[in-house]
């Protein structure tokens, strides 16, 4: 199986929290999962830790490398750049990743992080989803040592919406 690209930066390991969620399901493809997934404003629809999409210079409505976003969740507004957009294909995963950040460069609550996405499709029908998230700052810090895991849990929500998601239009 694949696995994220890591800016080094964000390797996981030697950041100050780290989150991994992934699921592997039957009868939905990757090609279903990418369009809610590249699609920011659709996030809410299945996921409702997220909110208020929007994307900078008449960008979007689908997520680019290079464009710049904005979104909110776990009560953070979030700037953001696209860092990585590959869509799935026969044979190659999809991939997106963005650099997101919240507060002010060398505040206190500043918090920077590499949110990462693999989706490829498995033999017998089946889908592999993996999100994947690096944190730096004094709120990782925090977020690393609160149990349960807010990010661990929040990004499960997100991944099972994405399945309900494309399940409820299968039917």
Not at 30 to 41: C, G, N, T, V, Y
Not at 105 to 123: F, K, T
Request: hydrophobic share 40%; with cysteine.
């Amino acid at each position: 199986m694949n696995e994220i690209i890591w800016p080094q930066d964000y390797l996981p390991g030697f950041t100050d929290n780290f989150a991994s969620n992934e699921v592997i399901v039957a009868g939905i493809s990757a090609a279903q999962i990418w369009p809610l997934l590249s699609h920011p404003s659709l996030w809410p629809t299945y996921y409702a830790n997220s909110a208020n999409a929007r994307f900078y210079d008449c960008k979007g409505p689908e997520l680019a490398e290079g464009v710049g976003f904005y979104f909110e969740t776990f009560g953070f507004p979030v700037e953001a750049r696209c860092t990585e957009f590959v869509a799935p294909k026969e044979g190659q995963p999809g991939r997106v990743a963005w650099h997101g950040w919240a507060g002010e460069e060398g505040a206190d609550d500043r918090l920077d992080v590499h949110h990462a996405w693999l989706i490829e499709d498995l033999p017998q029908s089946r889908v592999r989803i993996l999100t994947q998230e690096t944190q730096k700052g004094k709120p990782a810090q925090a977020l690393a040592q609160t149990k349960p895991n807010p990010m661990i849990n929040g990004h499960q929500q997100w991944l099972d919406g994405l399945v309900s998601a494309v399940r409820e239009a299968n039917r």
